[in-house]
């Protein structure tokens, strides 16, 4: 009434502008009303009728939740995600759908996105232990095993039997390499949920690693009987059963497995990797070529077929296998160690491919040079000389090794480029210059040629035994082993034997190591994961067989097969007592043939010892000679790149010290490196895959 009252005064103005000025007013006014009159029906609608609209907004939240665990089921991670994020912005209180955000992230391996969505859950629901659960396995794959540990403890307060939390508590033990208390937890845990599938499989993990086959065989056969047509328990029960050398019943039960849960990804690599190890190369070929067509990104079954082919000593075409694989992951190590290990043994010199591999390790190497990773450019550069040795890049290699302050090594290099037609006033000036700057250098003033007298004094064999298979790489033991032997080239104390990697049994490793005159022979294993490798190295004394060491090295990232190969190396060269020869003899002084590049230095003191007398002790790392046979000592009293000069004192009345005797480093006690620690990474990634 009053809005009709002042629309007819405004009417009756006679002044326009005015009236044009209260009209606009009006309009404003009017506007506002509708506006206020609209959100205090709204309010009344909501108060008045509430349930139906909040219940269809909870109805649709509800029904993408249940999606997504449809998806979830059918380990589609991705559209799960999608599901659940729909769920959580119709509905951003909900909980669940938010904790199950977290779980699909976690299963992709995105571990820092898992945390932050399971913390969002965590504050929506702070009593609900499954999702406290939830941030505990997140924060131990994120290795953030102190946080892990707080929070387990503060739940097992309040439920102390609660079985996701003891499940996670296990884990965390073995992510601190603690096997033995977590194979105790799983077992109390085993004896109060009789029926739990993944403890009984995760008991059954653990009592493998710790290398109790039959028992861990025991374990997983209770778990069949529980779980019968559980196509995960068959999977676990492959894997169990194929790492006792069981093969013909583990090919059963990934058969099995895939019988419950076709295209199961899982169980089809697993499948494969037994058929390869049961000397099935044929169908081990057709099932890689399936899962290549199912995902041609699927990097293991390209590195598993190019295996089979070159069993099958079809080496070109695995050539041709490998190198596509590399197109599609050029940063694939296995693909590659393999792939240039075939180029080396079955192409000549001059071939092109060889030009094409060894340019991308240069090319790698520069990378290195320019951030100043000296020792990972040094690698390259012999990985890619070792493919074609003929690469003008050599001057690159020779200039890192000057600037490393070896000149002689250096001068030989470019020689060595001479000698293969390169010329230019680059070559001749650094000849010339270095040639004169070494003219005073010691192995021209006592006139020996350090590339002749150069000696390598202890001789090691390394071996992989066939049936050590990894869970991703198969022969991945064998892989290793040939990037530790090519590592050990470069050892100036050490000589690795050419001979076979791949070995049967210890017994025929031990047999041939024996037969060729080893000293030592090194036993290389590998587990791995996804991201993480550890490689273990067990030494055996080639005379009797007896255990002398084991080295360990763990890393992750990228080029970790070689950071792990580098450690095992690095280890082994710091156990290996130094020795050499006693070259030349002037009255008082010795010249020998190792120097600042073995790591020599003034003031050492070596043993003197009769030619051939010094053996290998029969336990440990070590050589033992009588007194009768040490017949001088000497200290060193210069050094050079490649051998030192010492003065000498004779051992007892008479002077019995020749040259051709053996020098051997005096050590106050034996050094050898401890070895480093870390968990198995292949166990770990297998428990982890048990929260499904």
Same mark, same amino acid.
């Given at each position: ?27 404003? @006014? ?180 710790? *290398? ?72 081990? &070929? ?48 296995? &693909?590659?160690? &393999? ?44 990985? *890619? @000389? ?18 490393? #302050? ?17 010329? #230019? ?111 273990? *190295? ?49 009255? *008082? ?22 030619? #051939? ?46 040259? #051709? ?32």
């Amino acid at each position: 009434m009053q809005i009709k009252i002042f629309t007819a005064r405004v009417h009756q103005t006679k002044d326009s502008q005015a009236h044009k000025r209260i009209k606009s007013i009006f309009k404003c @006014l009017s506007a506002s009303l509708n506006l206020w009159f609209g959100c205090v029906f709204a309010v009344c609608l909501f108060a008045f009728f509430p349930e139906p609209i909040c219940a269809q907004v909870q109805s649709s939240a509800a029904a993408y939740y249940e999606q997504g665990r449809s998806f979830m089921a059918d380990e589609n991670w991705y559209s799960a995600i999608e599901s659940f994020l729909e769920c959580v912005r119709m509905n951003p209180a909900h909980a669940e759908g938010t904790a199950a955000i977290a779980e699909c992230y976690y299963e992709l391996a995105e571990f820092d996105e898992a945390l932050n969505w399971i913390r969002r859950a965590r504050q929506l629901a702070r009593t609900n232990m499954s999702v406290a659960n939830m941030e505990v396995f997140t924060l131990i794959a994120l290795g953030q095993l102190d946080a892990a540990s707080n929070l387990v403890t503060e739940i097992l307060a309040r439920e102390p039997y609660n079985r996701e939390t003891l499940f996670a508590a296990g884990e965390l033990d073995i992510a601190r390499n603690r096997p033995s208390e977590a194979l105790l937890r799983y077992r109390d845990a085993v004896r109060r949920y009789p029926d739990d599938r993944r403890l009984m499989i995760s008991l059954a993990l653990v009592t493998l690693s710790l *290398g109790d086959g039959d028992t861990a065989v025991t374990y997983i056969n209770n778990a069949l009987t529980q779980h019968p047509g559980d196509y995960r328990v068959y999977y676990y029960a492959a894997y169990i059963y194929s790492m006792n050398n069981r093969l013909a019943d583990a090919i059963r039960y990934a058969e099995l497995a895939l019988h419950y849960r076709a295209g199961h990804e899982q169980s089809q690599s697993l499948l494969a990797v037994l058929r390869y190890r049961n000397g099935e190369y044929e169908e081990t &070929i057709r099932l890689c070529d399936t899962a290549i067509a199912a995902n041609r990104n699927n990097m293991s079954a390209w590195y598993l077929k190019g295996l089979s082919l070159l069993r099958l000593g079809r080496n070109q075409e695995a050539i041709t296998v490998l190198s596509n694989a590399i197109a599609l992951n050029e940063n694939d190590e296995f &693909i590659r160690a &393999i792939l240039e290990e075939t180029l080396i043994s079955s192409t000549n010199l001059e071939d092109p491919r060889r030009v094409r591999w060894a340019a991308w390790h240069f090319n790698r190497a520069r990378s290195f040079r320019t951030r100043n990773l000296i020792d990972q450019a040094l690698f390259e550069y012999r990985r *890619g @000389l070792r493919l074609y040795p003929f690469a003008v890049d050599r001057l690159e290699y020779a200039q890192l090794l000057r600037m490393q #302050g070896y000149p002689a090594r250096y001068l030989e290099e470019i020689r060595f480029l001479q000698d293969q037609g390169n010329t #230019g006033r680059v070559y001749d000036d650094a000849v010339e210059t270095y040639s004169s700057l070494l003219s005073n250098a010691l192995f021209r003033q006592w006139q020996v040629n350090p590339v002749e007298v150069a000696q390598r004094h202890w001789k090691i064999a390394v071996f992989a035994i066939a049936g050590q298979s990894s869970f991703y790489h198969a022969d991945a033991g064998n892989v290793a082993a040939g990037v530790i032997r090519e590592l050990l080239v470069q050892d100036r104390n050490i000589q690795p034997m050419n001979m076979e990697s791949r070995q049967a049994t210890f017994s025929q490793g031990f047999r041939q190591a024996r037969e060729a005159g080893a000293d030592y022979f090194l036993l290389v294993s590998v587990t791995e994961s996804e991201r993480d490798i550890s490689i273990r *190295g067990d030494l055996f004394i080639g005379r009797t067989g007896s255990p002398a060491g084991t080295f360990y090295t763990y890393r992750t990232g990228t080029d970790r097969l070689r950071d792990a190969s580098r450690g095992i190396v690095s280890q082994l060269a710091s156990s290996m007592p130094q020795r050499g020869t006693l070259l030349v003899r002037r009255q *008082g002084q010795a010249l020998i043939n190792k120097g600042r590049a073995d790591g020599i230095r003034e003031e050492m003191t070596f043993d003197v010892v009769k030619r #051939g007398r010094a053996q290998t002790a029969n336990e440990g790392i070590s050589l033992i000679y009588s007194d009768d046979e040490l017949v001088g000592r000497l200290v060193i009293t210069n050094v050079d790149e490649e051998i030192a000069i010492g003065s000498l004192s004779r051992n007892g009345f008479f002077d019995r010290i020749e040259p #051709g005797d053996e020098v051997i480093l005096r050590t106050e006690s034996a050094q050898t490196p401890s070895a480093e620690s870390a968990a198995n990474p292949e166990l770990r990634a297998l428990l982890r895959t048990l929260r499904n």
